[in-house]
């Protein structure tokens, strides 16, 4: 099959490598879609792992092989994946920190070599374990619909971290596809969003999303705006879905005190960032973090996504062929004024 190799810093290559073998408890999948996730571009970038290995962990596709033990899924199911799946019973798991379980940290999706996703290929592997990560995509919902549950998971657990009530006044900073899905789960919850970007092309996009204002991320009316729009009360809450740590500044000042501040892009370790602590201290701001997915939050996911409630379609607006992976990626790295979310598409199943 073909698959797109990462051989080295911002090295991928279209290469011909073996279909996965599935053992008995597995599942062959041939990809549909498969989106292009910041956490990917970070490591082709950055060469924060050792190649080869094939990426793309936001997969959608046909069962086309079922392992001789699998009782739930049959070929020509339409699935999306996910390839972190927790043990639910370690320390960690009692503690709904899914993240931090030893489980959850191995991949178990995979297109050959060290497990890292596999999406970037014809088919993948998803290997038993990541089984109860599997959902069934409805008929009249797409592949690329079906690809979002992943990123669109990450975020509704990172808004249910948030303590908010019906009726208060959240800040979203940055309006990229994370941004975005943030600002509209937040609306659906009854909650006025503010919103900030860079672009005014995505300021429209959050606007017709639903956010209540959206105003350029460097406009020095910001604090003035946000204390009308509050009554001089402050923020409950911000999400910083950039990775700038001027923004988190920022959000330290204009949330109420015993706010919360959340980080949903600060994923590099070893910066050392001055914050004054005092807010934390005195002012009860919470400053958190989340990262990655949920899985107890599938079902809910499933349900925004396939009804539309978050329509995840206006946010898709590219995709590309397997062949063109190394464009997507770049793209991805550096959007457009018009791109959101990328997709790469190996093949446009029938099914
Ligand atoms: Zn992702
Ligand atoms: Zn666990």
């Known amino acids: ?101 030893p489980q959850y940290k191995r991949t178990g999706i995979t ?102 204002r959206a105003m350029l991320a460097e406009d020095p009316q910001l604090p003035k705006w946000v204390m009308r729009a509050t009554r001089g009360a402050g923020l409950d809450a911000v999400m910083v879905t950039v990775p700038a740590d001027e923004a988190v500044a920022s959000a330290q000042t204009l949330v109420r005190g015993g706010g919360q501040v959340l980080l949903f892009a600060h994923t590099r370790r070893g910066e050392i960032s001055g914050l004054d602590l005092a807010r934390v201290c005195v002012d009860e701001k919470d400053l958190i973090g989340s990262y990655s997915s949920d899985i107890t939050l599938q079902r809910e996911v499933a349900r925004l996504v396939f009804s539309r409630r978050l329509d995840v379609r206006p946010l898709i607006t590219h995709s590309f062929a397997l062949e063109e992976t190394s464009a997507a990626v770049a793209l991805a790295a550096r959007p457009t004024a018009t791109s959101l979310k990328v997709m790469v598409c190996p093949r446009q199943a029938m099914v």
């Not at 990541?130 to 009249?140: D, E, M, N, T, Y």
């Open 111 to 212: 297109a050959g070599f060290e497990p890292a996703g596999g999406g970037y290929a014809e088919y993948v592997r998803v290997m038993s374990f990541c089984l109860p990560g599997v959902v069934r995509i409805p008929k009249r919902n797409t592949f690329e619909e079906g690809a979002m549950l992943e990123p669109v998971n990450t975020v509704l657990k990172a808004v249910r971290r948030l303590a908010l009530l019906r009726g208060d006044t959240a800040l979203v900073i940055g309006q990229g596809p994370i941004g975005l899905m943030c600002a509209r789960l937040l609306a659906l919850r009854g909650v006025r969003v503010l919103a900030t970007d860079r672009m005014p092309e995505r300021l429209a996009v959050a606007r017709r999303l639903g956010v209540w």
């Open 1 to 101: 099959m073909r698959a797109v190799v990462y051989r080295g810093v911002d090295d991928l290559r279209v290469e011909t490598v073996p279909v996965p073998r599935i053992g008995p408890g597995d599942l062959l999948v041939r990809v549909a879609a498969c989106g292009v996730c910041p956490t990917d571009i970070k490591k082709i970038q950055h060469g924060t792992v050792p190649p080869p290995r094939i990426f793309g962990h936001e997969t959608a596709g046909t069962v086309v092989k079922v392992g001789a033990r699998v009782t739930d899924w049959r070929v020509s199911d339409r699935v999306a994946l996910h390839h972190h799946v927790p043990c639910l019973r370690c320390h960690a798991c009692r503690h709904r920190a899914f993240a931090q379980c």
